[in-house]
């Protein structure tokens, strides 16, 4: 009875919403990208200007918001579906572009393709997506419809299908569920690919009255923002993700932990979670059905080492924010000593997919072991920047080459830094190995949780080395030994190194207790801390070898191991470009009327350099840093 | 407690009582394992110290003996190479932050990282590592005892007993990374907080970093216990 109550519910919920969205289509609609990327590049000046030129115009146009389609490269994007016309995308939009558009599209039918990026739907006159070199490699389950949908407006969410998997959870057994996240071998996708289907079946087989849910989105590597794009562009799909988990294990109360330097998402959720609340999908009797579940938005203080369950279950208790031993584990012992179930962003955005779409057809993506997709952060000397969801098994090559198109200003790619400061930089020769946990694991980096920085020959590994452990340094607890005082000790040979005076022998302590601190910490903060120097040592040994051995940086990075030097031949006397640019008048004239520099003065800024001219490029970089004789 | 189990530490025959934590079962068995946060009473062990490494059959890589609960049948090792490795390097870490001064030190001789170093055949100096540099303040505030913090090795016996114990709460963990340490509240000196002067935390203190001074020993304390 209750059942068909819900189902009932649902359609007529799901029918006004539709009604709603296609009363939108019927005039002209635009859409700008306005996740953390898209304002930051300057999305909201863009729909201000829409806004304006349209009243100033008189036109009859809708104005909406939507998050991230992953082309960060090209923020501030909009998309304007106009009637009569394909729904074309603009990229690298401004304020003078926005009123050119009103201008000529809206009011006199000229969409002015030679702006527009991509097509929506498929035309004869505009390329899509899919003629994009990456569509062949992508395939987006919790990214489709990101950038698309007002991440605001329930009734988006809902026109799509949304909360469809709800419904169909409420009509299945908890046990059902269970067994369904079991045989997708759906893996949590917070880093450490925890079978969801094992954690969720100890959290139910645990007896208490009370259990909780926690969605983890303490997202904090340098360069990763995987899960907050996802949530601040549609994060309906996670919340319905953690209503079936609820519905599955058990529970009756959940948390969203969002750190608190993402506002937008801060927001986007809690205005999610009421207007969830308002349509009966959250709260007591969902769909009128005897199966309850609230939610709430915890806001973390951006502590790294609260992305680790038990530190982050410790902030939420109000005390420190440090990690504890296990077992016990938070399935069966986690929030106020209740079992609880916590997942990443991701994750749960998963779970939606499955339980819409069936196991069976997730576990014929990606990999036997790591079925599914992986969503990376394709950042650094890459052209194509931007949030990408492939297959797992896609290779390293094919995100860096196809995907992202490959290195810029034709310089030769060296590594990729895969998993954020916990993971590992992968040289050239691993490019092949198809991604997943393991194979990831097995070359020394880790997947984390998604993060994918590309580096070139500019980079020297040792100084990569260095930033990420001067991070897991600094974000280290404190708590365990081998965390609080390995990473310092690690991190001050490694800036004697970067600086000139490492040693042979420095570099075997750096090994031994890169290791004991990987076997030895308490948690995977310093478990994990140690991969960027046991990678680069491995596949970079010679780089650290030329800094101890020649005083010598590879990449002409370390700013201890170089001087800059101004080639007298290709100098000319008709120039002094790079004079004025040098903040510490290092730079003087010489007699013969030539630009030298003062190595006493010089602060190693690079601005002479990037002023010279590039039909002098006099400016050179020399390691070691030995003055060449005139 | 559980049932009663049998297990073999070392190649001896154990009897035990199922669930209990493995280091005190060692060490009720004169089994020494290397050991400093360690409490007893704690359900939740804090695990921090990593020195109580040990090899359990089946298990892949070594685990801490103050976490890991006896069972049936349980074979251990509290000596294997990669043991010995991880106990060496957590021990130098150690020191490495420890002001390495003990002929003028108040626990001299009864200390614990001495005793480790004993047991372990560990030098009581650095063979691989930097001593860290850190500014400390001696907080002499209380006359009966001083804390030294450059003598700290972040334990937590002394919270532990202040908090749980004689539930006084004057001190606590604050900060995080190497600025961890012990204190008060706002970094006021002990005799400003609600410290009692029991002298508690002076006994469980492993190190140096809490004594007793010796003018002002408590009748019947044992120092050096």
Known sequence: ?630 | MGKKITLTIDDRQITASAGEKLLWVALENEIYIPHLCAIKEETRPAASCRLCFVEVEGLSRPVTACTQAVYEGMVVKTRSPRVDRLVKTAFELLLSDHRLECNKCPKNRACELQKIAKERKLKLRLTRLQPLEKEVTVDDSMGSFIFDPSLCVLCGRCVWVDQQEVKVGAIGFSRRGLQRKVTTIGDIPLAESPCTGCGRCVEVCPVGALSFTNQAKPEGVAVNS
């Open chain 1, 1 to 630: 009875m209750k059942i068909a109550t819900a189902a009932e519910h649902y359609a007529g919920m799901k029918a006004k919403a539709e009604q709603k969205i296609n009363s939108l289509q019927e005039k002209t609609l635009i859409r700008v990208g306005a996740a953390t990327c898209g304002l930051a590049a300057g999305a909201q000046k863009v729909k201000d200007t829409f806004v304006e030129e349209i009243k100033h115009k008189g036109l009859d146009a809708e104005i909406i918001e939507v998050g991230c389609m992953g082309h960060c490269y090209a923020e501030p994007m909009a998309i304007i579906s106009k009637p009569g016309f394909p729904a074309l995308c603009y990229g690298h939009m401004d304020e003078g572009l926005a009123k050119l558009l009103v201008e000529e599209f809206l009011g006199n039918d000229d969409p002015c393709y030679e702006y527009a990026l991509v097509a929506l739907e498929p035309n004869d006159i505009f390329p899509t997506f899919s003629d994009f070199p990456r569509d062949a490699y992508e395939k987006k389950i919790i990214l489709e419809h990101c950038g698309f949908i007002d991440p605001e407006d329930i009734d988006h969410y809902l026109a799509r299908e949304g909360y469809a998997s709800l419904v169909k959870t409420l009509q299945m057994k908890p046990e059902e569920i269970i067994s369904a996240m079991v045989d997708s071998g759906l893996r949590g996708r917070g880093g450490a690919g925890f079978p969801v289907g094992k954690k969720w079946t100890i959290c139910r087989n645990t007896p208490s009255e009370i259990k909780y849910i926690i969605c983890n989105a303490d997202e904090g590597d340098p360069g990763a923002f995987m899960d907050r794009s996802v949530l601040e562009s549609n994060p309906h799909q996670v919340i319905e993700g953690m209503l079936i988990c609820a519905y599955a294990v058990g529970a009756t109360k959940g948390y969203i932990y969002v750190r608190n330097e993402y506002p937008l998402a801060v927001q986007r959720v809690k205005t999610a979670i009421e207007q969830a609340r308002k349509k009966g999908l959250l709260g007591s009797a969902i769909l009128d059905s005897t199966f309850s579940f609230d939610l709430e938005v915890f806001e973390g203080s951006g502590a790294f080492v609260c992305g680790e369950e038990s530190a982050l279950i410790n902030s939420m208790e109000g005390k420190m924010g440090v990690p504890q031993a296990r077992p016990p584990y938070m399935a069966v012992s986690g929030f106020w000593g209740r079992p609880t179930v916590l997942n990443n962003v991701k994750t749960f955005a998963y779970v939606t997919a499955i339980i819409k779409k069936g196991a069976g057809w997730f576990r014929e993506i990606g990999t036997e072991a790591t079925p599914g997709t992986a969503v990376f952060t394709l950042v650094g000397k890459v052209a194509n920047t931007g949030l990408v969801e492939v297959p797992m098994g896609t290779t390293l090559r094919q995100l860096v080459f196809d995907i992202g198109e490959g290195i810029p200003n034709d310089k030769e790619f060296k590594a990729v830094q895969i998993g954020g400061p916990s993971g590992g930089c992968l040289p050239e020769e691993t490019l092949d190995i198809p991604i997943d946990f393991d194979s990831l694991e097995k070359a020394g980096a880790i997947m984390g949780s998604g993060g994918l920085v590309v580096l070139d020959e500019d980079d020297c590994m040792v100084a990569i080395a260095r930033y990420f452990l001067e991070f897991t340094q600094q974000e280290s607890c404190g708590k365990c030994t081998f965390c609080r005082l390995g990473t310092k000790h690690m991190l001050d040979i490694l800036t004697r190194i970067t600086q000139g005076k490492g040693s042979l022998a420095d570099l075997d302590i750096l090994q031994e207790l890169a290791e004991d601190i990987k076997m030895g910490s308490l948690c995977n903060l310093g478990k994990t801390a140690p991969n960027p120097i046991l990678t680069t040592l491995r596949y970079f040994r010679d780089e650290y070898e030329a800094h101890i051995l020649e005083g010598r940086c590879p990449a002409r990075m370390c700013k201890d191991l170089i001087l800059y030097y101004i080639v007298p031949e290709k100098c000319t006397k008709l120039c002094n470009v790079c004079v004025g640019s040098c903040p510490v008048e290092a730079i003087y004239t010489r007699e013969d009327g030539l630009k030298a520099i003062d190595q006493e003065k010089c602060v190693k800024c690079d601005n002479c350099l990037k002023t010279c001219p590039p039909e002098h490029n006099a400016v050179i970089k020399l390691s070691p840093p030995v003055l060449p004789e005139e």
